[in-house]
């Protein structure tokens, strides 16, 4: 078994408002969250990808980003988000010095009717 250590962190939020959403007038919905200030290093693409059942996948040699509008949905309980914020802290809190190109795969992610597989993965950007 892998031994793990945990670390308590003290967090920061901030609101649009009041920390609610609000309906005024109604069917206008007021409040949220603000947008993350990310840095210019911060930014995504969306590749073509091969698969092949023996020597894994990977991206499509020389191929462009997607080229287009797509729209992804993300959805969950409270815990849910507790639990995927907090995976991200550790990874923002990881100390990856010891490798500069430091990227987590999540290749099986597959879309609630079965029919999309998404490959995400998260590279974090040295400062």
Do not use: C
Not at 102 to 123: A, K, M, N, P
């Amino acid at each position: 078994m892998v031994k793990t250590t945990t670390r308590k962190l003290t967090i920061e939020i901030a609101f649009i408002g009041d920390g609610r959403i609000v309906e005024k007038p109604k069917g206008t919905f007021l409040g949220g969250v603000s947008e993350p200030p990310l840095s210019s290093k911060f930014g995504f693409n969306v590749l073509p990808e091969w698969e092949d059942s023996e020597s894994g996948s990977g991206p499509i040699s020389g191929a462009s980003s997607y080229e287009g509008t797509m729209q992804v949905n993300l959805w969950g309980t409270a815990g849910d988000y507790r639990e995927l914020a907090r995976h991200l802290l550790a990874i923002a809190e990881l100390d990856s010095s010891a490798d500069p190109n430091f990227h987590q795969h999540y290749d099986e992610l597959r879309s609630d009717d079965g029919h999309t597989r998404l490959h995400l993965i998260l590279r974090k950007v040295a400062e």
